[in-house]
């Protein structure tokens, strides 16, 4: 079974510092691994995913992550936060052996930015 | 717009009613799913269908949750007998899945539909 956790309801930054966003995840073989982002009152936005390749990845919004299988992680982080940025974030998970294969959510992060 | 919608945005039933909502995917995907959300809470999987074929559905849903994708394209989620447990926001997402590997496309989620079960 696969599951995700992202052990910090909340994260707190001040503008124009910083931000990391912590994934943790298990699934049997080799992962697929998205972010998405919520603003109040509205669906969930697609940021960003690793399929394969480059353990970095770049998606919206300045926002990137890092692959670390060895620690079965997908970090979202971001150099500079912006007050925008504040919102619910999920990472979210797939096992890749097979096309049947469902997308399972964490239980998600508030990220506040204060000005 | 073509994005994935849900109708009724906003449904209030007394407990033990029944209650359906659709979901229109984007056209060419062939993939839908269905996730519950409750406040400040992940989405929580329910079933998804590849094309009109359902592939699984949460042990978690009881008898009086069914989903049907009749013709492969919009989908329906008919909660039957409904709880005050069952209260919560029920979202659609499609997303375009082309074998032999999946396209590990990303979900294209609608905005939701809130149950309020009085």
């Known amino acids: 079974a696969q599951s995700v956790a992202q052990p910090e309801d909340q994260v707190n930054v001040a503008e124009g510092n910083p931000l990391t966003v912590k994934c943790t995840y298990s699934v049997s073989g080799n992962p697929y691994l998205f972010w998405y982002v919520q603003y109040p009152n509205r669906g969930l936005q697609f940021l960003l995913k690793y399929i394969t390749g480059d353990n970095l990845v770049k998606g919206s919004y300045g926002f990137e992550a890092e692959f670390n299988k060895s620690q079965t992680s997908f970090h979202l982080k971001k150099p500079s936060a912006l007050v925008s940025d504040s919102a619910l974030y999920f990472c979210?998970?797939?096992?890749?052996?097979?096309?049947?294969?469902?997308?399972?959510f964490g239980s998600g992060t508030r990220l506040s930015i204060r000005p | 717009d073509t994005g994935v919608s849900q109708d009724p945005r906003h449904k209030i039933t007394k407990r033990g009613q029944n209650v359906t909502f659709r979901c229109d995917p984007i056209s060419e995907h062939n993939r839908l799913y269905w996730y519950r959300q409750t406040l400040g809470q992940g989405p929580e999987f329910l079933t998804y269908?590849?094309?009109?074929?359902?592939?699984?559905k949460s042990r978690l849903l009881s008898d009086r949750f069914s989903a049907e994708r009749p013709k492969g394209s919009f989908s329906t989620l008919e909660i039957q007998r409904t709880e005050q447990g069952d209260s919560a926001m029920y979202l659609c997402a499609s997303s375009l899945e082309s074998p032999p590997r999946g396209n590990t496309g990303e979900l294209f989620f609608g905005e939701g539909s809130r149950l309020t079960v009085l």
């Open positions: 269908f590849q094309n009109e074929a359902q592939l699984e």
């Open positions: 979210a998970v797939r096992a890749s052996y097979s096309s049947a294969s469902k997308i399972i």
